[in-house]
């Protein structure tokens, strides 16, 4: 088994239910309660030797960009799973938000003519069999994903458009790809 807080590091894909909504970013205080429960399943499973370590490092990981409610889902999937059976199907449970089927939409549309595997780019939704790295925007928290929806807006062309969004998701340490 892939350590659940490691495999998140490695991000490819999900959706969010639990608490907390998809509203502010976890915060710190947030993302310490909701990781030692995810680190203290990774000790315990001989994935991470060191809790503090681990806590810290999932701390500094999502904090600030992540929505609380995904995170806490994705743990909470996790630590319901016995140390052999395989932590991916976790993201599964993750749900975009409306915020994120927006953005999927303005995606598609906006790098339809620059993107061969518009799907793998685009799709927010790790249940769906197409989805690639664009999953890691539904655990995006919603005003995030509102500045980088007004990439599409404010960006004429395929280049700008990525260098918005990657400048978006470099300002909130979003470093998961």
């Known amino acids: 088994?892939?350590?659940?807080?490691?495999?998140?590091?490695?991000?490819?894909?999900?959706?969010?239910?639990?608490?907390?909504?998809?509203?502010?970013?976890?915060?710190?205080?947030?993302?310490?309660?909701?990781?030692?429960?995810?680190?203290?399943?990774?000790?315990?499973?001989?994935d991470a030797t060191s809790l503090e370590a681990c806590i810290d490092n999932c701390v500094l990981t999502f904090s600030g960009w992540a929505r609380r409610d995904a995170l806490e889902t994705l743990v909470e999937c996790g630590v319901a799973l016995t140390c052999e059976e395989n932590d991916d199907i976790c993201f599964e449970q993750i749900r975009p938000l409306a915020i994120h089927e927006e953005g999927e939409g303005r995606?598609?549309?906006?790098?339809?003519?620059?993107?061969?595997?518009?799907?793998?780019?685009?799709?927010?939704d790790f249940a769906d069999p197409a989805v690639g790295d664009g999953g890691i925007f539904s655990l995006i928290a919603a005003p995030i994903m509102r500045e980088i929806i007004g990439c599409f807006d404010t960006e004429?062309?395929?280049?700008?458009?990525?260098?918005?969004?990657?400048?978006?998701?470099?300002?909130?340490?979003?470093?998961?790809?």
């Open 1 to 46: 088994m892939k350590p659940i807080l490691l495999l998140l590091v490695g991000l490819v894909a999900c959706g969010g239910g639990g608490s907390g909504g998809g509203g502010a970013p976890i915060d710190e205080a947030q993302a310490e309660v909701v990781c030692q429960t995810g680190c203290e399943h990774d000790v315990e499973c001989g």
């Open 107 to 124: 995606c598609r549309t906006g790098f339809a003519s620059c993107v061969s595997d518009i799907d793998a780019v685009c799709e927010v």
């Open 156 to 177: 004429t062309d395929c280049l700008g458009r990525e260098d918005c969004i990657d400048t978006i998701l470099d300002e909130y340490g979003v470093d998961v790809f």
